[in-house]
């Protein structure tokens, strides 16, 4: 801690023991800066930033295929399938698929993801709500 001195003087200073005078804070009044060594000081940036990419977590999307006349054990087992994800962090995309006359009782189907929805409401919030697309409906959620 040097305090308040002019470019020149800093730059001499930083010069006098063979190192760079490099700028820290350079929209602080007025900049900050410091006398050291611009190679290692670039180093430790790139080690932060290479730390802080490992750490982070990619979502991912898990799908879940269930059908409308869904028997119960099958049910509760893909439901603990989606709370598994859930708790990992991913998103889960549920998808109902109707074959041949089921697609006259899409009743049946909402009906299905509704459950899936209540069921799953304390640890997820929905996404995208249950919607038609061609032969099946689609639901996404993602933890809270």
């Excluded at 009044?29 to 006398?35: G, H, M, N, Q, W």
């Excluded at 697609?103 to 919030?125: P, S």
Aim: avoid cysteine; glycine fraction near 6%; hydrophobic fraction near 40%.
């Amino acid at each position: 801690m040097i305090g308040v001195l002019s470019t020149r003087d800093a730059i001499a200073r930083a010069y006098a023991v063979g190192l760079d005078l490099v700028e820290i804070s350079p929209n602080a009044e007025p900049p900050v800066a410091k006398i050291l060594d611009y190679g290692k000081f670039k180093f430790e940036q790139q080690k932060k930033r290479n730390e802080a990419r490992k750490r982070q977590k990619i979502v991912e999307i898990k799908e879940v295929k269930v059908r409308p006349n869904i028997d119960e054990n099958d049910y509760q087992v893909k439901l603990r399938a989606m709370k598994s994800f859930i708790g990992e962090g991913d998103k889960v995309k549920v998808t109902l698929r109707f074959r041949g006359r089921e697609m006259a009782h899409q009743e049946l189907g909402v009906k299905v993801l509704e459950r899936i929805r209540g069921d799953m409401e304390t640890d997820t919030k929905v996404e995208q709500m249950p919607k038609m697309e061609n032969r099946q409906m689609v639901m996404v959620l993602a933890p809270k």
